[in-house]
């Protein structure tokens, strides 16, 4: 009923897991995030150009304790993360009724970061933080979906997409150690493509057509 190809405005939750040579390299990474995309609808055609922008953060590890003479006793916690923008082009076969499958290519760069943030305890406030490690990856891929439409403004969405990258280099929870004899973090820096899949489940505004 309201399956005309329309142009969108989404956001969605995500899920992240690892392929290729990276799950070969660092098998126990997994993570989750959030993005939003717009495509819009090329003069009611079945072809969409739009873009997304989203964030994943794919591991998480936490110390409390003494951590020599110059920090004290503190709290450090390391956040894994990847930020990503994507420009996309979407085809949406002509169907009729409340499902819309549609296929997506994607290509673009994504930024990923280990960031350290220091506070005295676990409801204190923030007072520091640094960046570990950072790069930058081109990206491109593929991916799918499925509109299910409530009514004429808003559907469901469930989607899937599979990004290839370039070798980046980057850290995960089981490559940060405490040393405690020398009271420092041992990083031991990895470097693979940053090739995942992300799940994701979410609800898009329908527009009207550009």
Avoid: C
């Avoid at 989404?10 to 995309?37: H, M, Q, T």
């Avoid at 491109?140 to 997409?161: A, C, Q, R």
């Avoid at 995960?172 to 693979?192: F, G, H, I, M, R």
């Amino acid at each position: 009923m309201f399956s005309n190809g329309q142009s969108t405005f989404g956001l969605s939750l995500n899920g992240f897991a690892p392929v290729g040579e990276l799950k070969k390299d660092s098998p126990g990474i997994w993570g989750g995030g959030f993005s939003s995309d717009i495509a819009f609808q090329i003069n009611g055609s079945p072809i969409h150009l739009g873009g997304m922008l989203g964030v994943t953060r794919y591991g998480s590890e936490v110390r409390d304790g003494w951590h020599g003479e110059d920090l004290g006793d503190v709290r450090i916690r390391r956040n894994n993360e990847m930020a990503y923008m994507l420009g996309l082009i979407r085809v949406k076969p002509p169907v009729s009724g409340n499902f819309q499958p549609y296929a997506d290519f994607f290509g673009g760069f994504s930024y990923i970061a280990t960031s350290a943030h220091f506070r005295d305890g676990p409801l204190k406030e923030e007072w520091d933080s640094v960046t570990d490690i950072d790069d930058f990856a081109m990206n491109y891929g593929f991916g799918g979906g499925l509109e299910i439409f409530i009514n004429e403004f808003l559907s469901l969405d469930f989607n899937v997409k599979s990004i290839k990258s370039s070798s980046v280099e980057y850290l995960t929870p089981q490559s940060v150690s405490y040393n405690k004899t020398d009271e420092v973090y041992d990083l031991t820096v990895k470097k693979s493509r940053f090739d995942h899949l992300n799940f994701g489940f979410g609800i898009k505004l329908l527009m009207s057509e550009w």
